[in-house]
């Protein structure tokens, strides 16, 4: 019940789905609301902005998943870094790929998504989630009319739409700041039982009301998945 997609919306019948065409990288499911914008961008080179980055351990600590995407889909969230049963499922092949650390010629990782058919899928995520929520993701996208960052069918998405970052919950929809340029940006949406609020880069860009849906009530083809919409 409740999987989570990462690069895309899956439908059963195969109709009006959407992908992601780009980079994810980081990519962390809160059950709470956060002010998290861990963006790194001001006045740090980028090999320092890296070595810190990899020596905070608290990136995925108290996460429900986190999926650092370091070679691999696997869950590496809680205080042992051994996730909670969370790893990722990849269909049709997303690609690893050097991530927006690249620092000398080397980098991290992150997974490639070519907007057509491939896509992340990570099991029960939904289950853990009762109240508050907080998505957050390192995201490189050059095109923008219709990308699908990561979703729970079509009750919560957060998308790229014409270039900028959105969010839908339950059918209420959120628009923010543009992320489609071909630099990498970190997108984040949370829920603090009232409002949803997207931040880009670490500044609040939109606050809207939202209701939640009861995540465990989501059925077994409400999935969260990555790089993709149906």
């Not at 042992?80 to 650390?101: A, I, S, Y």
């Not at 010629?105 to 029960?124: C, K, L, Q, R, V």
């Not at 919560?156 to 919950?169: N, P, R």
Request: glycine residues 12%; negative net charge; contains cysteine.
């Amino acid at each position: 019940i409740g999987n989570m997609t990462i690069g895309a919306r899956v439908t059963t019948d195969g109709l009006n789905e959407v992908y992601f065409n780009g980079t994810i990288d980081d990519f962390v499911i809160y059950d709470r609301d956060s002010d998290y914008v861990n963006a790194f961008h001001d006045g740090l080179d980028i090999c320092e902005a890296r070595e810190i980055y990899n020596t905070r351990a608290n990136v995925g600590r108290d996460a429900v998943a986190y999926f650092p995407f370091n070679g691999d889909a696997k869950d590496e969230s809680g205080e042992d870094q051994l996730g909670h049963g969370h790893d990722g499922v990849l269909h049709n092949g997303p690609v690893v790929t050097k991530d927006r650390f690249e620092c000398n010629g080397t980098g991290g990782s992150a997974y490639e998504f070519d907007g057509s058919d491939d896509w992340i899928e990570a099991n029960s995520v939904a289950d853990e989630i009762d109240g508050n929520l907080t998505i957050s993701a390192w995201v490189n996208a050059t095109t923008g009319n219709m990308l699908c960052i990561a979703g729970f069918s079509d009750k919560i998405l957060l998308m790229i739409e014409s270039t900028k970052i959105s969010a839908t919950v339950n059918s209420t929809n959120v628009v923010g700041g543009a992320v489609a340029d071909g630099q990498w940006h970190h997108v984040v949406l949370t829920y603090n039982s009232t409002d949803g609020i997207i931040y880009v880069d670490g500044e609040k860009v939109k606050v809207k009301p939202f209701v939640l849906p009861h995540m465990n009530k989501l059925n077994k083809y409400d999935l969260l998945k990555l790089g993709g919409k149906d």
